[in-house]
């Protein structure tokens, strides 16, 4: 099993930046892939980026590239997003997830955290 906790969300003023943070527990492997989504209101979710923990490249989804970054530090098993030039359009709930090896769903949810950019 593994355990996700985000932090980070709040309120934003529209250009500004924010950092989440994923903090993962439990057994977690080096090839598990690692990512973020994000739920606004009335929409599904999506995906907004993702990092392989064993050096694997990342991707981003396309409204967010050249503003967003993901990274990880493996020592804390935690997977940060940094978001910049943030949008009114960003408002979302961000949820990280796991990916084990060899496997096509994200299993593993964390419980989400709001984010609310304001202009």
């Known amino acids: 099993q593994v355990q996700l906790v985000e932090s980070g969300g709040g309120l934003v003023q529209a250009g500004g930046s924010a950092r989440l943070s994923c903090a993962a527990s439990?057994?977690?492997?080096?090839?598990?892939?690692m990512g973020w989504f994000r739920q606004a209101p009335g929409k599904e979710r999506e995906f907004v980026a993702s990092?392989?923990?064993?050096?694997?490249?990342?991707s981003y989804a396309d409204s967010v590239k050249g503003r967003f970054t993901i990274s990880s530090d493996n020592a804390k098993s935690t997977v940060y997003l940094q978001m910049n030039s943030l949008k009114p359009e960003d408002t979302a709930v961000y949820y990280c997830?796991?990916?084990?090896?060899?496997?096509?769903?994200?299993?593993?949810w964390g419980q989400g955290t709001r984010v609310t950019v304001f202009s």
């Open positions: 997830a796991v990916r084990e090896p060899l496997q096509v769903m994200y299993k593993y």
């Open positions: 439990g057994r977690t492997f080096s090839t598990s892939r």
């Open positions: 990092i392989g923990l064993s050096g694997g490249g990342t």
